[in-house]
């Protein structure tokens, strides 16, 4: 858990900026709305933990 962004809004950023850094997510939000969104986003990966 990030303080004051959520990694949904930094991976926004991130891929505002650059393209080519990969992107790897790993989270306990294991929605399908969730992993949707992160890939939309431009994620390469996208991992749930229990």
């Known amino acids: ?3 004051k962004k959520d990694g949904f809004t ?3 950023e991130i ?4 393209t080519d850094v990969p992107i790897i997510f790993l989270t ?5 709305e ?3 969104q992160g890939f939309k ?9 229990p």
């Open 41 to 49: 986003i431009g994620a390469d990966d996208y991992l749930t933990k």
């Open 15 to 18: 891929r505002m900026v650059n």
């Open 1 to 3: 858990m990030m303080p």
């Open 34 to 36: 969730d992993i949707f």
């Open 28 to 32: 306990a939000k294991s929605m399908k």
């Open 10 to 12: 930094l991976a926004k």
